[in-house]
């Protein structure tokens, strides 16, 4: 008599549960994936802060200041409304570039007459985070129409953007000497988006809150996380980043910090305050 090998074989119920298991080993892996490539981009974004930063202190080197945090109308270099994002870029190996810009201000003092400044729909990269992907290319104001290219990084200008006590303040210019709250408790750089209809955040030039004005209210502002539909979130630092953003201090460090330091973080914007801030923040 021939023999008929029985095999065993899975049952409905052992069969909804493999899959179930499977399900739980996919999901896991696609949120483990998530997180390695959040914490990829948020590796990049903090390695170009620190290239900025860096890029900050030779620029000190060279002139014994920092550079101006914005230009007014009336500043006597005749390049309104532009600021430290425009002077450092001999220091990010951007002269080709730098040059051109010179040569279209020789043209029109005006930045925001394209042509002859058509650099500013130009990406630099060391300006972006490429957590936002707004940001990899040029935009198009929805406001003025004009097509920009922008920055994820501010310079701190204080508290709020009337008291001018940080070190990037409007038509002024700071030696890391003035930074008495010293330089590893006060803050140079931030992170935060380019507004959500793209009027605000651009690298070549802006007029800022205080010319433009805005529908959001006069706040204050907390350190708090935001959408990138949010136009009102352009008001405080924050980022796409899961729980916080990246800041470069005065001593050319970056640091990220969570939203619980929000309570500090007016403190860390000043750069001779006086306030007492706690070392583990």
């Known amino acids: 008599m021939r023999r008929i090998d029985r095999r065993a074989a899975l049952t409905l119920i052992e069969l909804l549960v493999v899959i179930a298991i499977v399900g739980i080993l996919i999901g896991l892996l696609l949120a483990a994936v998530q997180n390695v490539r959040a914490a990829a981009a948020r590796a990049d974004c903090q390695n170009r802060m620190k290239q900025l930063a860096l890029g900050l202190h030779n620029y000190h080197d060279s002139y014994h200041t920092l550079p101006v945090g914005h230009r007014s109308f009336f500043n006597p270099d005749k390049r309104p409304f532009t600021g430290w994002t425009?002077?450092?870029?001999?220091?990010?190996?951007?002269?080709?570039?730098?040059?051109?810009?010179?040569?279209?201000?020789?043209?029109?003092?005006?930045?925001?007459?394209?042509?002859?400044?058509?650099?500013?729909?130009?990406?630099?990269?060391?300006?972006?985070?490429?957590?936002?992907?707004?940001?990899?290319?040029?935009?198009?104001?929805?406001?003025?129409?004009?097509?920009?290219?922008?920055?994820?990084?501010?310079?701190?200008?204080?508290?709020?953007?009337?008291?001018?006590?940080?070190?990037?303040?409007?038509?002024?210019?700071?030696?890391?000497?003035?930074?008495?709250?010293?330089?590893?408790?006060?803050?140079?750089?931030?992170?935060?988006?380019?507004?959500?209809?793209?009027q605000f955040g651009w690298w070549y030039a802006g007029v800022g809150q205080q010319l433009s004005g805005s529908k959001c209210g006069p706040g204050a502002y907390p350190f708090r996380h935001s959408r990138l539909d949010d136009q009102c979130g352009m008001f405080h630092f924050w980022s796409p980043h899961p729980g916080g953003a990246n800041f470069a201090f005065c001593d050319g460090s970056v640091h990220f910090l969570r939203y619980s330091a929000n309570d500090i973080l007016p403190a860390l914007a000043t750069r001779a305050g006086g306030e007492v801030v706690p070392g583990d923040f």
Not at 88 to 95: K, V
Not at 112 to 125: D, G, M
Not at 137 to 150: I, K, L, M
Request: net charge negative; glycine share 6%; with cysteine.
């Open 86 to 198: 425009l002077d450092l870029l001999p220091y990010l190996e951007q002269d080709n570039l730098s040059a051109q810009i010179a040569l279209a201000f020789r043209t029109s003092f005006m930045p925001f007459v394209n042509p002859p400044h058509v650099h500013i729909a130009t990406v630099v990269k060391a300006y972006t985070c490429p957590t936002d992907p707004r940001v990899s290319t040029p935009q198009v104001s929805t406001v003025t129409q004009n097509r920009v290219a922008f920055t994820s990084y501010l310079g701190v200008s204080g508290k709020d953007y009337q008291s001018k006590d940080g070190v990037f303040v409007q038509d002024q210019r700071f030696g890391l000497n003035a930074v008495n709250d010293g330089t590893s408790n006060s803050l140079m750089l931030g992170e935060r988006p380019p507004s959500a209809d793209f």
